[in-house]
């Protein structure tokens, strides 16, 4: 069997630190993956270095075959796209001029954007439903919206890779039913979706496969119903959950336990987890 | 409003472009008309063009000559060229950090550039290689400040516009402190140093013009062709990389460019402040923020702005001449002053 995504044992090391130990994982197109777990898990750190934006001290990811680490930027360009966890807009920019941003790797750097590129771009702005603020700065629109700007710039790209680091992070609870619309109709499409998310429930609505990260090392990974486990939830998450069960899906749906919001305990023993870091360490992870 | 603004203004950037170098073309004949001996412009023109086709000029009165081609003309063009260089290399830094408040003066480049072609005056090495030793100095000296100024605001992420601001006010104080001490340790020649850090370009002559211009076009072809990259680089490093972006070669690019350009003006017009700051913000608040129009854009309205400012320089307190310093200071600080107040309340 063929993957798209091949993640071969890759161990993430900052400084002394595994932020990631031991990972693999493998996903084919058209697949949707939920990274979760705890602040500092090494979430984004794991997405990161799929996206070959930092190294791995051990292990490969390959894309097609061909190991990110020594894709050149364009070639990667082409076959990963990334929203980052903050997107931050540049001043004197429309929201067309930073989706479009998405096309440079597609041009030499004298061409002009061509009817192509302008057709993908519309497209992407209408599939955000942001084609209204076009021609707005985008430095002037809310968090929210700037995360949108952030997901048609990804789809602009048109890449077999779509990652997205906590894609509803900023958004309204119709948004971020939208954004996770957006990400299905891209998987019918064949693209990969790999998402870090904090929300459980979007995540086992959105993902067929979710790894569960804690400490940097995978708890569990597998279909919704096989991860989501109350006590292993509980136990990766330091704290107390009540759990839902649901006629229409074989997992329960999460919510927080009423003593865990105030019971001192559940916070220290969350905190905890980073206290074999340092302060700067911590920082980066989180 | 303004989006609209900028919306229209960027299907029409070669129109804007072609008024941006007519302009150009005024002010350079009005900075050749003014002077002790003012010329009229029919005269201006008319020997100009005598003289750009190779024409006879013997129908012109030969002081009349001398002083427009030998003296006015060399002058003018340095200016025109070094605001240009100043204006582009503003907005290139600007972009480069990420900071709209950086300017070869703010962040300490002009000041290590001022040094460097101090250390290439009193240390020998004009007098032995000639006037490119000036630029050459100054392009170590200016370079040396970048590396230091990022050195000093590394931290962990990108660097932040205040860290870079405060290494730069800090490292350029230090480069001004030792130029001092090297003017003072000069004995006779102090006062023409001094003329020439104040940015004086009374006595400047084609040689300068011809290196100045040579610095100017490598660092604009290095800035043009990695002005649309730019544009990815101001969203961030990492983000830019994942728009396919070589994030190293674009940066050192812009290093590269704006430093060459920033040192040629300092060598040949001492340290002239603000004009880096000022143009290209002015620029982005009416046409936008991409770096492909910007860079061009600033080239031409920055010489603009300095051709104005060296004809205030020489007219005001005619026929004292004023340091064309102190003319784009007394302009530049209030504005800076603005844009930091009012960048402070936005955040």
Redesign the interface.
Known sequence: MTYLLDVQDITITFGKKHVVSDLSLQAKAGAFIAVIGPNGAGKSSLL?AI???IPCSSGTITIEGVSVADM???????R???V?QQ????????VR??VG??R??FRP?YAAQDENDEAIIDAALQECEITQFA???ASHLSGGEQQRVAVARAIA?QTKVLILDEPTAHLDLHHQAAILRIAHTLTKRGVLVIAAMHDLNLAAASAQHIVLLNNGRVAAQGSPSVVLQQSLIEEVYRTSLVCIPRSDAPFPHFVLAHQSLFSTQAVHATDSSLSSYTP?EK??LE | MIQRLHHTLRHHSRWIMLLFIILLGLGLIIGLSVGSVPLGFDSVVSILWHWLIGASLAQFPSSTVSILVTIRLPRVLLVALTGAALSTSGAAYQGLFRNPLADPYIIGVASGAGLGAMVAVIAGPVRTFGAIAMPVGAFVGAIGVVFAVTLAARRQGEPRTQDIVLAGVAIGTLASALTTFLMIRAGRQAGQLLAFLLGSASSVGWQAVQIVSVGLVIGMACLLYVARDMNALLLSEEQATMLGIDVKRVRLLIVFGATVMTACAVAFHGLIGFVGIIVPHALRLVFGGDNRSLIPYAACVGAFFLLAADILARTIQAPIEIPLGIVTACIGSPIFLFLLLRRNRSQ
């Not at chain 1, 050149?72 to 082409?78: G, T």
């Open positions: 990161r996206a070959g934006v050149p930027a364009p070639q990667r360009a082409n990963i796209a990334v980052p997107t931050y807009m540049p001043f004197g920019f429309s001029d930073v941003m998405a440079y790797a750097w021609d707005l700065d790209q700067r920082e980066k």
